[in-house]
């Protein structure tokens, strides 16, 4: 007889993270997707408590968010936008449905919490600093969750995206379309980075589905790249040259921009390493 799989509510589940983790452990779990084909909106508590109480699961994932940074931007400081509403009012609103359910919550958060401008690699205990309004509405968010909610999970990623083939456009096939353009950049030379491969974090979720780590986890790979190095290596995968791409400098681009990118995200994943121990996945950032 076949084991009955077990209930995992999710936010946000039909986006390009959480296709990933319904794609590479549906087979393991049963997924209730709180979104609006099933009548759920984050920011109606009601419409949540309709879904939640219509099954018996212990875990939730949140990743419903505004991601749009630029657009974000443009409501800055603006609490009655949207950015602000689903990113934090809604957090909240998932926070309190976790707390009358007793269930666990591993909530997804970013490498932006951080201003950039450290030259060491980002630990979870570093302050955080954000210096733009998606950034600071998922600072907010991550202090409701770590306050309210202390033996939550808080998943930091960074630059997510799929090894494979995908529909939903992520950091690596921009810059892939970008290069088969024939568009040479200027790509960033002092920008650093490191990322998220989707089918890399599918094991880390589900630890942490079955292990349910309290606290903050840096939720990255090793490897770390800047914009030209990852241009570099993407047009070495797609058999073009790599002698013509152009290179620029974050920190000139920051004097004059609106939204400035943070120069540095190189987070620490060893705090996670050491916790996984031998689940910690290979790393393979091709």
Not at 13 to 41: H, M, Q, T
Not at 259 to 276: E, F, G, S, T, W
Request: aromatic letters at 10%; hydrophobic letters at 35%.
């Amino acid at each position: 007889m076949e084991k009955e799989k077990a209930i995992v509510f999710g936010t946000g589940l039909s986006g390009l993270v959480g296709s990933a983790i319904i794609a590479g452990l549906s087979n393991k779990y049963e997924f209730v997707n709180l979104d609006l084909s099933r009548g759920v909106d984050i920011l109606d508590p009601s419409s949540i408590e309709k879904v939640l109480s219509s099954y018996q699961g212990k875990v939730l994932i949140h990743l419903a968010a505004f991601t749009d940074v630029n657009a974000a931007q443009q409501q800055d400081g603006d609490k009655s936008g949207s950015c602000w509403r689903v990113n934090v009012e809604g957090t909240a609103n998932i926070v309190k449905a976790c707390q009358q359910h007793q269930l666990h919550l591993i909530h997804f958060s970013t490498a932006y919490v951080f201003d950039g401008q450290q030259k060491t690699p980002y630990l979870e205990s570093d302050p955080v600093n954000p210096v733009d309004w998606y950034s600071k509405t998922k600072a907010e968010a991550e202090k409701i969750v770590s306050t309210q909610l202390p033996k939550a999970s808080i998943l930091r990623i960074s630059f997510p995206y799929s090894q494979q083939l995908s529909s939903r456009l992520d950091v690596w096939d921009k810059i892939a379309q970008t290069l088969k353009d024939g568009r040479t950049g200027p790509f960033f030379k002092d920008h650093f980075f490191t990322m998220t491969p989707l089918e890399w974090l599918v094991p880390v979720v589900d630890w942490a589905i079955e292990t349910q780590p309290a606290g903050i986890w840096h939720t990255t790979t090793d490897k770390v790249f800047s914009d030209l190095s990852l241009a570099k290596l993407i047009a070495n995968e797609l058999n073009l040259p790599t002698s013509s791409l152009q290179s620029s400098s974050v920190r000139e681009y920051n004097q004059k921009a609106e939204r400035p990118y943070q120069p540095y995200l190189v987070l620490d994943n060893q705090k996670l390493k050491k916790a996984m121990g031998p689940r910690f996945p290979q790393e393979n950032v091709t």
